[in-house]
C-alpha cells in the first residue's frame, strides 16, 4: 500500500507533512502558487515559490493517479477478474505508466485476432506449444482444426496460436516496463529529410541524416526534431540498437523469450517460439513503446526548456536595473510588516528587517529610524519599493508609484 498523497509529497520536497497539508487547503481553496509564496508563508512554513510549484504539480498528478486507479479497480472488479493478488498490485503501482501495463490484459477493447483465436478454442494449443516445446507444431495444430471454427487448417490454427502469445507477452506489466526501460537506455532517435524538401527544409539540414541516443539528446535538439517533422520536412524513426552492428537476435527479443523460457534448444517447437517472441516483439511491442517513448522524450524536452527558460528570466529580472549601486528594497505589508532587505554593489544581501509602520501595530518612528540606520551604514543610493506599497505611498504623494527612489 502506496503512503497518502500528502505523505508521498513531504517525502519528495523533503519538508513536515503540515506543510504540504496547509499548501494543499490553499490551492483547494483557489489561491495561487505566488499569493502562497508571497503572503502566506507563516501558514506553510516558508515554503518557496519552487516548492510550491512542484507540490502543485505533483498534486495533480497523483490525485489524477488515485482517480485512474479508482476507475481500474471498479472495472476489473465488473469483470470477476479482481482477486486479492491483482488488487495489491494494482494498488502498489506508483506511477500512470505502470498503472496502464497493469491494466492492459483486462481493458476493455475490440475484438482482436487473439480473441477471435481464443473463441475458436486455440488457447490450449498455445498453451501446450510453450509449455512442452518438445512437440512438433503442425501435429500438435491439426486436432484444433474446425471450419465451424473458421480453424480452416493447420495454418491457421498456429497463427491463431501466436496471436494468443503475442498479445500475452504484449500485456506483462513487469516485462513491457522493462522493455520500455532499456527502449529508453539504449534506444535512438533517426531523422532523414523526406524526398523534395531539401531546399524547402534548409533550416534543418543539420538533421537531414541525423542519429543519436534518447539520453543524450539535448531539449533543444529534441524540439527541432519535432518541428521539423510537423513542418513535414523530416521523418522520424526510432532505431533499437546501434545499426552498425544489429545483432542477430536483439537484446530486446531475448529478454522476452526469457521471460517466458524460450530457446533454440533444437526442440520440434523452438524454432516457432523464437519466431513468435521476435514476432511480437517487431509488430506489437516495439510498436506501443515507440510511441510512449515519443510522447516521454517530447515531454522530458518540454520541462528542461521550461527550467532553461526560467533560468534566464530569473537572471534577466535579478539584473541591476540602475546599475552596480547599493538598493534599499521594500516588501508590501501591513499585517506581516513590511519585509526591507539591503544589497551592496555586487548584489549580496547585506541585511534585512522587518518594519511596522501600518496598522495595527502603527510603529511609524521606529520604521524610519531603522530605514535611516540602515541607508547610513550601507550607504544606500538606491531604494526600490514593492508596487502595492508604492501604490498606497503614492496616494499621498504625487511621485510615480514604481519609481526608484533616490536618496539625497
Not at 490553499?26 to 507540490?55: H, M, N
Not at 504539480?57 to 497523483?62: A, F, H, I, Q, V
Not at 530605514?371 to 496616494?395: D, M, P, Q, W
Request: proline share 5%; glycine share 6%.
Amino acid at each position: 500500500m502506496l503512503p497518502s498523497i500528502q505523505s508521498r509529497i513531504s517525502t519528495e520536497l523533503g519538508v513536515r507533512e503540515q506543510q504540504v497539508a496547509a499548501a494543499v487547503d490553499l490551492l483547494d481553496g483557489g489561491a495561487t502558487v505566488p499569493f502562497i509564496a508571497r503572503y502566506r508563508k507563516e501558514v506553510t512554513g516558508s515554503l518557496d515559490d519552487a516548492q510550491l510549484r512542484t507540490l502543485e504539480e505533483r498534486l495533480r498528478y497523483l490525485r489524477e493517479l488515485e482517480e485512474r486507479r479508482k476507475v481500474i479497480l471498479d472495472s476489473v472488479r465488473e469483470q470477476g477478474k479482481l482477486d486479492t493478488a491483482l488488487e495489491a498490485t494494482i494498488m502498489a503501482a506508483d506511477s500512470k505508466g505502470r498503472l496502464e501495463d497493469i491494466y492492459l490484459p483486462f481493458k476493455p477493447k475490440r475484438r482482436t485476432k487473439a480473441e477471435i483465436a481464443k473463441e475458436a478454442g486455440l488457447e490450449p494449443l498455445a498453451d501446450r506449444l510453450l509449455a512442452e516445446p518438445q512437440h512438433e507444431p503442425a501435429a500438435s495444430a491439426a486436432p484444433f482444426v474446425n471450419a465451424e471454427k473458421n480453424v480452416a487448417d493447420v495454418a491457421a490454427a498456429l497463427d491463431g496460436a501466436r496471436a494468443i502469445l503475442v498479445e500475452r507477452f504484449a500485456e506483462n506489466a513487469d516485462l513491457i516496463g522493462a522493455l520500455r526501460e532499456e527502449l529508453w537506455t539504449y534506444g535512438r532517435l533517426k531523422s532523414a529529410v523526406r524526398d523534395g524538401k531539401q531546399e524547402a527544409g534548409a533550416k534543418f539540414k543539420d538533421y537531414f541524416e541525423f542519429t543519436e541516443p534518447f539520453a543524450k539528446m539535448p531539449s533543444h535538439r529534441v524540439m527541432a526534431l519535432f518541428r521539423g517533422e510537423r513542418e513535414e520536412i523530416l521523418d522520424l524513426s526510432i532505431e533499437q540498437d546501434d545499426p552498425a552492428t544489429p545483432p542477430p537476435i536483439s537484446s530486446y527479443e531475448l529478454r522476452i523469450m526469457r521471460a517466458y523460457g524460450i530457446a533454440d534448444q533444437g526442440r520440434a517447437s523452438d524454432k516457432w517460439l523464437v519466431d513468435t517472441a521476435r514476432w511480437a516483439w517487431r509488430t506489437k511491442i516495439f510498436v506501443t513503446l515507440s510511441i510512449d517513448l515519443r510522447l516521454r522524450l517530447r515531454s522530458a524536452a518540454e520541462d528542461e526548456a521550461v527550467r532553461v527558460f526560467a533560468e534566464n528570466l530569473r537572471d534577466l529580472l535579478l539584473a541591476a536595473p540602475a546599475g552596480t549601486r547599493p538598493t534599499l528594497g521594500l516588501d508590501p505589508g501591513f499585517r506581516t510588516g513590511v519585509k526591507v532587505a539591503v544589497v551592496d554593489a555586487t548584489g549580496k544581501v547585506v541585511a534585512t528587517s522587518t518594519i511596522y509602520p501600518h496598522e495595527p501595530q502603527r510603529r511609524w518612528d521606529e520604521a524610519l529610524a531603522i530605514l535611516a540606520k540602515l541607508v547610513r551604514e550601507h550607504k544606500v543610493e538606491l531604494i526600490a519599493i514593492g508596487n502595492c506599497f508604492s501604490t498606497t505611498l503614492s496616494r499621498a504623494s504625487s511621485a510615480p508609484p514604481s519609481k526608484l527612489l533616490k536618496i539625497p
